[in-house]
């Protein structure tokens, strides 16, 4: 009955991990660019949806990963997740648990993390050991869809917040990592009990349009975005004039897009929606910016967003709608806004 098409049953694995991070005074034995942060814990819970209602959730999954080369404990995340540098001397080492962990996930299955950057950090501890970076190619963000759907917001949310505002009790603390992917699979457990509760309400009354849960899940293994820059112009306006005039095509399988909503400024930033009808919505931005000659180029950027993000565009659109057609035309005189900029 979903317009999302949901196949029952579906399986979403809720993971999340801790990392450890270099220390800034010592020597580290990789770039820390490459390396923001090398996995020392790997917690994953599973929730399965045999129908609209019926849930049922996995024992948690943990594993401790024995951490090859930021091997004394960062201070901060001490703090923050309660281990020290001896608990850093146990474990299995990180293509071990990983192996266990994707045995545990299984074939058929939606991977989910509270934010980005379990991702980001799980793709660079993979590179670093020479692993394929490819992970799971459904992966659902749990915190945009719970601002969308809990509060209508582009707010982002903590676990935490989010377990206060469904009341789901608490007996553990948070920041060790199969604590907290149980919590986050209790959310998203309500998330998409009131998602599902909303498609009703929606097939039941033609004039609710809701989220849809398909737009919150992507492919995290696609290149996600497009740049673009003009030549350099005497003044901003023309700029980004030019800028404005990028045919675009879609950074996955490069067919032209159609904008589902058009340009418009905020501020001196310049915005629209666009759509993949194959790989769903993505945002694209414009800037003006300054050449050390005190020349101007359009700098543009096309990128795949989640539909919490798109919400965002549309909801900075309809404020300006509401404001009138105040300015419309680029002011002339701006320059000191500009971003003085030679990256990109
Ligand atoms: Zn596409």
Not at 19 to 34: A, E, F, G, H, L
Not at 41 to 53: H, P, Q, R, W, Y
Not at 64 to 69: A, G, H, L, S, Y
Request: aromatic share 12%.
């Amino acid at each position: 009955m979903s317009k999302d098409e949901i196949q029952f049953p579906i399986t979403f694995v809720v993971f999340d991990m801790e990392w450890n991070q270099p220390i800034s005074y010592m020597p580290s034995p990789v770039n820390p660019k490459d390396l923001p942060g090398e996995i020392i814990e790997i917690g994953a819970v599973k929730l399965t949806m045999e129908s609209e209602t019926c849930f049922s959730m996995s024992r948690p999954f943990s594993i401790i990963v024995k951490p090859q080369f930021y091997k004394i404990m960062n201070r901060q995340v001490s703090r923050v997740i309660n281990k020290n540098t001896d608990d850093l001397k146990r474990g299995v080492t990180f293509p071990e648990a990983y192996d266990y962990f994707l045995k545990w996930c299984g074939d058929d299955y939606v991977l989910c993390a509270w934010g980005d950057s379990d991702i980001s950090i799980l793709k660079s501890n993979l590179k670093i050991h020479g692993m394929p970076a490819e992970v799971n190619e459904r992966f659902l963000d749990i915190q945009p869809l719970f601002g969308r759907i809990a509060e209508n917001t582009a707010q982002q949310r903590s676990v935490a917040y989010a377990v206060d505002f469904y009341r789901i009790p608490q007996t553990d603390d948070f920041h060790s990592a199969d604590k907290d992917a149980y919590y986050e699979a209790r959310i998203l457990k309500e998330t998409l009990t009131d998602y599902f509760v909303m498609c009703r309400k929606e097939n039941a009354n033609e004039d609710i349009e809701i989220p849809r849960l398909k737009h919150y899940i992507s492919n995290p293994n696609l290149n996600t975005q497009y740049r673009w820059k003009t030549g350099v112009f005497p003044n901003e306006k023309e700029a980004v004039a030019r800028a404005l005039k990028e045919e675009l095509h879609c950074p996955v399988c490069s067919e032209l897009i159609k904008a589902t909503l058009e340009w418009f400024s905020s501020g001196h930033t310049w915005m629209s929606l666009w759509q993949c009808a194959e790989h769903g919505p993505l945002t694209a931005k414009i800037r003006a910016k300054k050449t050390p000659q005190q020349e101007f180029y359009g700098s543009g950027q096309l990128r795949f967003v989640n539909g919490n993000a798109a919400r965002y565009v549309q909801e900075k659109w309809e404020e300006k709608q509401k404001k009138g057609s105040e300015t419309e035309e680029l002011p002339e005189k701006c320059s000191e806004n500009v971003q003085n900029c030679e990256q990109l």
